[in-house]
């Protein structure tokens, strides 16, 4: 499977034109007016700014929530910092490390992260995923119960190989790339499938843990399917399992 084209911007109400100019223009996507004959095109609605697939089996609009759904679902029942991926980050009680989320996705994990307290700075470099990621953020901050919870979250848009170099050196340094052959899977949902066929599975991972490898001051933590082989052949020093997923925890020396 390989990445879709970028795809175009376009704006259904005329109100938020400027708005979808200047998002357009951030993250080097193209504007357009036109309805799009490709498989994905962005719409900035009324409401948000969302992805839309088009065609025979497309599932309905993908956006970042950070407000309702699955996320306040997680932050409220999660399970806090006893939760495998807060014990996978050294989430103790008292100790919030920094965070490089440098593969951001939709923030899901970021989210989290934050929820527990920790400042977590998310890197994308899909433009169309950054796009979606800026607007979910923005509408997240108008929220007064989520707010103070993204005023945690800081988005880079950009390959987080230069990134990682660039910015401050953070505790952890937080990598899920995508998987290919969880694509497959009947568990992955029509969305997820979705993203999958637009981002492309990341064959440039191994890079990444190494440039993490050298940036992280505590540890690097790589997300995996649980029974998938360590990303790149590198053995982690420590993993953390839950019922689908397994965190392997690369130690700073
Ligand atoms: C599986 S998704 C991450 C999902 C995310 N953990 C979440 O909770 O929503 C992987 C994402 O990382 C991004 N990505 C992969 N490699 C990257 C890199 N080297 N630099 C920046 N982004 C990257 C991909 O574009 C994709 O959006």
């Given amino acids: 499977m390989t990445a879709s084209p970028v795809p175009g911007l376009r704006c259904e109400t ?30 900035l609605t009324d409401q948000r700014l969302e992805l839309r697939q088009f065609g025979e089996d497309a599932p309905g609009p993908i956006f970042v929530d950070l407000v309702e759904g699955k996320a306040a679902h997680r932050r409220r029942f999660g399970g806090g910092r006893g939760q ?88 952890v340094v937080y990598l899920d790339p995508m998987y290919p052959t969880r694509d497959k899977t009947a568990l992955v949902k029509k969305e997820m499938r979705a993203f999958h066929r637009l981002v492309g599975p990341d064959t440039d991972a191994g890079e990444l843990l190494r440039v993490a490898r050298e940036v992280a001051r505590k540890r690097v933590v790589v997300k995996r399917p649980k029974g998938a082989e360590f990303l790149a052949g590198a053995r982690p020093g420590a993993s953390i399992e839950s019922k689908n997923t397994r965190y392997d925890l690369y130690l700073c020396p």
């Fill in 14 to 43: 005329e109100s938020r034109r400027d708005t979808a100019q200047a998002l357009a223009a951030q993250f080097g996507l193209e504007y357009t007016d036109a309805h799009s004959d490709s498989p994905f095109q962005l719409v």
């Fill in 84 to 171: 495998p991926l807060a014990r996978a980050v050294g989430l103790k009680s008292g100790a919030s490390p920094s965070v490089i989320d440098a593969t951001a996705g939709l923030a899901r994990d970021a989210f989290v992260l934050a929820s527990l307290g920790c400042e977590v700075t998310l890197i994308e470099r899909q433009p169309a995923i950054a796009a979606l990621l800026a607007d979910g953020l923005q509408r997240a901050a108008l929220d007064a119960e989520v707010a103070p919870i993204v005023a945690r979250m800081t988005l880079q848009f950009g390959p987080a190989e230069e990134c990682l170099r660039a910015l401050p050196q953070a505790d």
